[in-house]
């Protein structure tokens, strides 16, 4: 065979608006069966394969598989120099085998599972660069006769094109995360604004650990801004060009923590149709921001500090250890020492989180910015709706100062975009604010009052300032308050609690 069949084919079966070029990255899969399936075709062969590397672990796994035994191949996993293809991912070098059962290298493990027996074998390395990546093998020939070094040519050249596609994905992968990064980077939602004297301890704080791979633990409340703390620690420090992955602890249950943060191997569980690689591996050389840390269970609590402590971990389903690299940046608005002491968080976790504790501030202790935050937000709204006059009225300000803003600068951000919507567009006044019915009055302690109307408006009040702190979130506030969801929902109704 030589390189005019492989052309005319081209010709002949090429897929339409696909190349190694100028593929969509949503086509990478399609067009890497494709490949395989041209190879085969054009070698006249019985099978063929393309296995990706999987640097961490340096085990080559089946992408694509032609033949009768594809579904029970793609179980297997080969290591590197296990094998004729563990060899080529090895050296970057091609083989041709001519008698598999004549040659020390052959592995006869998928053989001897799936009964697919082997007679000859070519197989050729992809790379990007001179990154191995994987390799591409094409088993035995249809008629019974071996390969020859025609063939060679015949496979290399076709490895190459899904090397190239695989190294353009990467690159599409790559830019569409940098472009995120940078705007990210320049987009005024992430600045920490304020000029006051808590606020910038903060700061100084931040870019001091900033220096450091050091774990960091942001204590604060609610809304006071930790995401935007650890990023600025992300940005400020030597790994600011690698990725930040940001994981919400108490959004999602154990088992799918468990899955996002390591990833999974296929087949690991029902449904797990491909390997999934997890946050850790993804922010390998980076940072992880781990939020709301108080909330994680203490079967995941314990597997965190293995990773911590030791560098490595395992995808559910795996059994080879995965060694990463990564800065911990983890914030609660719990009183973690209390959770230690109760039991509810490990120590020994807390004391690897908490190398280094900064305390974000809540509104109410730096109340001289609010101003700022309040400008900064009807900037960022003027933009949005196209509304250059808007502005605030004095008036308006000195209300939004003598509020406490238990739900801090996320409350604050919410009241100026109610404020832009109810307002006539050129400047809020005091009206178009929120009511803040829910700041805690002392009501309960109003001479004229029995004690069980006070009790009642102490309740009202308490399950308003919990409910703005959690952002409406009834199972949120009714874990603060140690109560039952659904025995809040009843309180809800009858103290007639509306807009939240």
Not at 5 to 10: F, K, M, W
Not at 60 to 75: A, I, N, R, S
Not at 315 to 329: A, E, H, K, P, W
């Amino acid at each position: 065979m030589d390189n005019k069949q492989i052309n005319s084919d081209r010709d002949t079966d090429n897929m339409p608006g696909m190349s190694a070029a100028n593929y969509q990255e949503q086509d990478l899969d399609q067009f890497l069966d494709f490949i395989i399936e041209k190879a085969v075709k054009i070698m006249h062969a019985r099978a063929g394969s393309l296995l990706l590397l999987d640097q961490k672990t340096q085990r080559l796994y089946f992408k694509v598989t032609t033949g009768e035994k594809k579904e029970e191949v793609k179980k297997f996993e080969i290591k590197v120099g296990e094998g004729i293809a563990g060899q080529v991912a090895k050296t970057g070098e091609s083989l041709l085998v001519q008698n598999v059962k004549q040659d020390s290298r052959w592995s006869t493990k998928i053989s001897d599972s799936t009964g697919f027996q082997t007679n000859s074998i070519v197989c050729s390395p992809m790379k990007v660069g001179s990154e191995i990546i994987g390799v591409v093998e094409i088993i035995d020939k249809a008629d019974g006769s071996s390969f020859q070094e025609s063939d060679v040519t015949a496979l290399t050249e076709l490895s190459e094109m899904a090397a190239m596609a695989i190294g353009n994905a990467r690159k599409i992968e790559q830019a569409k995360r940098e472009d995120r990064n940078l705007q990210e980077d320049l987009g005024e939602k992430y600045q920490i604004i304020g000029k006051s004297r808590a606020i910038k301890k903060v700061t100084e704080e931040a870019f001091k650990v900033a220096k450091s791979k050091t774990s960091a633990l942001i204590l604060g409340e609610s809304g006071t801004g930790k995401e935007l703390l650890a990023r600025l620690i992300h940005k400020a420090g030597p790994r600011r060009d690698k990725t930040m992955v940001v994981l919400n602890c108490a959004a999602l249950p154990e088992t799918l923590l468990e899955d996002e943060l390591f990833g999974h191997e296929k087949g690991a569980y029902t449904g797990a149709s491909e390997r999934k690689i997890g946050k850790f591996e993804v922010a390998d050389g980076g940072t992880i921001f781990l939020d709301e840390i108080g909330e994680m269970h203490p079967g995941m609590q314990a597997k965190l500090l293995r990773i911590l402590q030791e560098g490595i971990f395992y995808r559910i389903g795996g059994n080879t250890s995965i060694s990463v690299d990564v800065r911990v940046i983890s914030a609660t608005n719990r009183d973690i020492t209390k959770e230690v002491e109760e039991g509810r968080f490990r120590e020994d976790l807390y004391y690897r989180l908490n190398v280094v504790q900064i305390k974000m501030p809540p509104l109410r202790e730096r109340k001289e910015d609010i101003p700022l935050l309040s400008e900064y937000f009807i900037d960022y709204f003027k933009e949005e709706r196209g509304l250059a006059t808007l502005s605030i009225s004095e008036v308006a300000t000195n209300k939004l100062v003598q509020y406490d803003w238990p739900g801090n600068i996320r409350e604050l951000g919410n009241a100026i975009e109610r404020a832009v919507v109810m307002g006539d567009s050129r400047e809020i006044k005091p009206e178009d604010l929120p009511a803040f019915s829910s700041k805690v009055k002392n009501s309960g302690m109003q001479v004229g009052l029995t004690l069980n109307d006070a009790l009642n408006s102490f309740k009202k009040d308490f399950i308003l300032l919990n409910l703005n702190n959690t952002g409406g979130n009834r199972s949120k506030a009714a874990k603060i308050m140690d109560i039952q969801r659904t025995y809040l929902s009843r309180l809800i109704s009858r103290y007639q609690i509306h807009d939240i």
